[in-house]
């Protein structure tokens, strides 16, 4: 069975026990985790495991999705080795993943500034975050962007989830935003990310509860890459 998403329904939760199911040379298999498998532009998470059977910490470095459905939590190397069904204590670099949830959830709000453009590639940092757009000609002002979007982070409007069909999401097109990432689909469902009012489309990612929590940002460069790619780079202003 695949590793159970505990970070969808749960991305506040700092820590958790779980099981280990399986440990290779990359890294350990738990039967539940809430760190993030990197996907969707958005990096894994990283923090450590402490062992019910004590000794040290095990670092966690980075965190994947395997074509099996289960996550792999990549360590640091030469660790003991943890047999399965031994117990661990599962905690995050909360820091770090708090700071994945504000800007990916300000990269919807940027999505919803820029009409019907479609996006073409994105990223989520820790400090810094861009999307490409597929837009020909230049239509955005760094000056009003930055505006626009420090106003709806000002307005701190909720951010829920929900979950359509895969029949449900292919009878509305328009919600799919992206060109190059498609929605994860692969368990008959689709999650949904809704910005009360300003924007509603399908992800994988993590987000805060309200746009509140975001901060002030800042609009960098707007580059033009390619012929039909503009890409925005965005920035916190400070913590």
Known sequence: ??????????????????????????????????????????????????????????????????????????????????????????????????????MHTCLHLLCSLVGDAKVTGGSVGADRGRLDFDMPENTLTRETLEFDLNRLVGEDLPVTS???TNEELAAQPDLVRTMSVHPPMGQGKVRLIEIEGVDLQPCGGTHVARTGEVGKVIVGKIEKKGRLNRRVNLRFYSD
């Not at 970070?7 to 939760?13: A, C, L, V």
């Not at 660790?79 to 599962?90: H, K, S, Y």
Request: contains cysteine; glycine residues 10%.
């Open 162 to 164: 929900r979950w359509i």
């Open 1 to 102: 069975m695949p590793t159970e998403e505990l970070f969808r329904s749960e991305p506040y939760t700092q820590a958790c026990t779980a099981t280990v199911v399986e440990m290779n040379n990359d890294g350990i298999i738990l039967d539940r985790t809430i760190f993030y498998p990197t996907g969707g532009g958005q990096p894994g998470d990283s923090g450590y495991f402490e062992p019910s059977t004590g000794g040290r910490d095990i670092k966690i470095t980075d965190t994947i999705r395997l074509d099996d459905g289960n996550i792999l939590h990549v360590t640091e190397p030469f660790i003991a080795r943890m047999e399965a069904g031994t117990q661990i204590n599962a905690v995050l670099d909360w820091s770090r993943r708090h700071r994945h949830m504000r």
